[in-house]
C-alpha cells in the first residue's frame, strides 16, 4: 500500500509533484477535461505503473501532456494541418495523433506498441506550471480505475486511486468535464474519439469535412473500448420515463435525482456529467436511467461516454 498525499497548487505542492513525477512515482494532476494520472512519459517502469494502478489493458495507448509546441515536436512528425489545429485550439481539449518520431525517447508502453502518439498541450493552469516545472512529457489517461467513471474533483481521484500512487495535486473542479477530442492525422483527419472540442469547429477550421472512425477498426486511441466511463450501477439510457428503484438522471426541465442542465445547455451537461456520475453512483442504486442528451456539438461527445457506460461488461 503506497501513502498517497495530498498536494495543494502552491510553490510546495508543484515542486513535490514534479519530484514525484522524476522519481517514477504516478502524481494525478488536474487538466481543463477531467483529472489525469501522470507519469514520466520516458520512463517505462512509471508508465507501466499507470496501467497496474489503473488495472488498464496494456493494449490501450496513452496520451502525452506537453508544456509547448517545441517539446510537441521533439516527439512527433509534425504536420501543417497539426500547425494550424494547434494555431486555433491549443492549448485546449484537442489531442492530435501523428506518426512518433524515430528516436523520440518515449516509451513503447505509453503508444501501446503503435508508430503514432497521441499528443496535447492542456489549458488548465494547474497542469501547465506542473508540466513546465517537471521539464517533460507526461503521459496521463484519466485518474480512475480502468473503465470507471472519469474524475473531475480530487476527490474522485482519491475515492479510486488512494494506496494505488503517490500524490493529487487538487487544482478544483475540471471546467470542460469530458475528456479530450482525439483526433487521428496519419492520413486524412479522422476523429478517434469525441470530446470536449466539437467536430464541427475542427471542420471549420481545416476547411475539410472529417472523416469517423468506425467502431469495428483495430483500436488506435485512448478512449475507444466498447466498455468505459462506467458506473457500478448498469445504466438505462434515453430513458423517457422512471422506474421504481432507480436514480435518475435529467437533461432539460423535468423531475429527476440530478439533472445535467435544466435549461438544455450541453456545455453545463458535460461538465456535469461524471461529478452526477459519481453522485448517482454513491447511493447505491442498481440502475441509473438517463434522459436522452441531443446528439450534436458537445452532446455527441456525452452520448459516446453514457454509450460506453453502458456497454455490456465482462
Known sequence: MIETQSLTADDAGFAR??????????????????????????????????????GRPSFNPLIVHLAD???VRDLVDWSPEA???????WPGPLTMVLPLKAGAGVSRLVSAGLPTLAVRMPANPVARRLLTEFGGPVAAPSANPSGRISPTRAAHVRDGLTGRIE??????????????????????????????????????????????????EAISAPGQL????????????????WHAGEATLGFGPMACDLNLSPTGDLVDAAANLFEYLHRLDASGAERIAVAPVPHLGLG???????GRAAAPRD
Open 83 to 89: 500547425e494550424t489545429l494547434a494555431k486555433a485550439f
Open 17 to 54: 509533484a514534479a519530484e514525484l513525477l522524476s522519481g517514477g512515482g504516478l502524481v494525478a494532476f488536474p487538466t481543463e477535461t477531467v483529472y489525469g494520472l501522470g507519469a514520466d512519459a520516458r520512463n517505462d517502469h512509471a508508465v507501466a505503473r499507470i496501467y497496474e494502478a489503473k
Open 226 to 241: 466498447a466498455s468505459h466511463y462506467a458506473p457500478h450501477a448498469r445504466v438505462r439510457l434515453n430513458a423517457t420515463d
Open 69 to 71: 509546441l517545441d517539446a
Open 300 to 306: 455527441v461527445a456525452i452520448n459516446d461516454r453514457l
Open 167 to 216: 500524490a493529487v495535486l487538487d487544482g478544483g473542479r475540471c471546467g470542460v468535464g469530458v475528456e479530450s477530442t482525439i483526433l487521428g492525422l496519419t492520413g486524412r483527419p479522422t476523429l478517434l474519439r469525441p470530446g470536449g472540442l466539437p467536430l464541427e469547429d475542427i471542420a471549420e477550421v481545416l476547411k475539410r469535412p472529417i472523416s469517423e472512425r468506425k467502431d469495428s
